[in-house]
């Protein structure tokens, strides 16, 4: 199962403990992708003031499942399909996916060709992307306010990989700009709306809450978390995945939306090392063993 899954369902088992179980994203297979835009890509438009104020999102119930007419009966996922329940840790986003398979439904294969390090020594430009709580990214978001914000022609609601080889729908930001995309997962794919996942991945500059990167080691992010936090050990592609941030600050984020991530071991760390740091137990991003595997962030999910 992909590492995305995973994430995603670690996210909702984070927000459990910290806020209640996370709702359920729907997954959506198709071999039938529509793309709103084919256009070139134009310069990035000045990012919109996010707003300071965004709705609460405790005691709104989850999303019932809409189906996407542009998609035939059995292309389209229900929610139950998509994510699994992960250990407990913050919402949806705050320690990678859903627990059992990317928390958010989304496939993890450019990863693997970043180098530990690499995306965090990226430029960052004088006017960094962003992604907040609030504003374009708030949980009553939709495609058109992100084609409004962004300019239709930066953004296509798309087929993305998801689990298991699968393929759902998502809009996606800067599409053939490795440097400047984002995938935006909606809980209501029918209508385009409602946010349910971010995803920050490949070669992405683009950055979270929290002050949340690609390339981050274990230590820079118990910097940001202002304490150690707990993961799983490494699958079989050489991923970690956050399941708690055990209360530290990057547990509770302003605009009620909820970040995990997973991190993926130094390719020059050996399987030997590996085996002995396995998926199916736990650890702490201070223990020696895990340190010396040198995990860097290969994937940010941005949950509600």
């Not at 996370?22 to 707003?51: C, G, L, N, T, V």
């Not at 708030?138 to 993305?160: G, I, P, Y």
């Not at 699968?166 to 800067?174: E, F, P």
């Not at 605009?255 to 199916?280: H, M, W």
Request: net charge positive; glycine share 10%.
């Amino acid at each position: 199962m992909h590492r995305r899954w995973i994430e995603a369902a670690l996210l909702v088992g984070l927000a459990a403990t910290i806020a209640g179980p996370a709702s359920a994203q729907q997954r959506q297979q198709s071999a039938q992708s529509s793309i709103i835009s084919d256009e070139p890509d134009a310069a990035p438009p000045a990012a919109a003031p996010p707003a300071k104020a965004t709705r609460s999102r405790s005691g709104k119930p989850a999303p019932a499942f809409e189906h996407d007419p542009d998609l035939d009966a059995q292309d389209q996922f229900a929610p139950s399909q998509v994510l699994q329940q992960v250990p407990d840790a913050v919402a949806m986003p705050s320690g990678g996916s859903g627990g059992g398979g990317h928390a958010r439904a989304a496939a993890r294969g450019t990863d693997a060709a970043t180098e530990p390090g690499a995306v965090a020594k990226a430029s960052r430009s004088a006017k960094p992307n962003i992604v907040a709580c609030s504003g374009v990214f708030a949980r009553d978001s939709s495609h058109a306010k992100l084609a409004s914000a962004f300019q239709s022609r930066n953004v296509a609601f798309t087929q993305v990989d998801a689990s298991s080889g699968g393929k759902a729908m998502a809009s996606v930001l800067y599409a053939k700009d490795p440097k400047r995309r984002l995938e935006v997962w909606w809980s209501k794919p029918a209508s385009r709306s409602d946010t349910h996942l971010i995803v920050i991945n490949g070669q992405s500059d683009w950055i979270a809450p929290g002050e949340l990167h690609l390339g981050l080691t274990l230590a820079e992010l118990e910097k940001l978390n202002g304490k150690p936090f707990k993961l799983s050990g490494f699958d079989k592609d050489r991923v970690a995945t956050l399941s708690d941030w055990n209360g530290g600050l990057l547990a509770t984020l302003t605009g009620g939306c909820k970040v995990g991530i997973s991190l993926r071991a130094d390719p020059k760390v050996g399987a030997s090392t590996l085996s002995g740091l396995p998926a199916d137990r736990g650890f702490t991003s201070s223990d020696t063993a895990l340190r010396g595997a040198n995990p860097t962030v290969s994937e940010i999910l941005v949950a509600y």
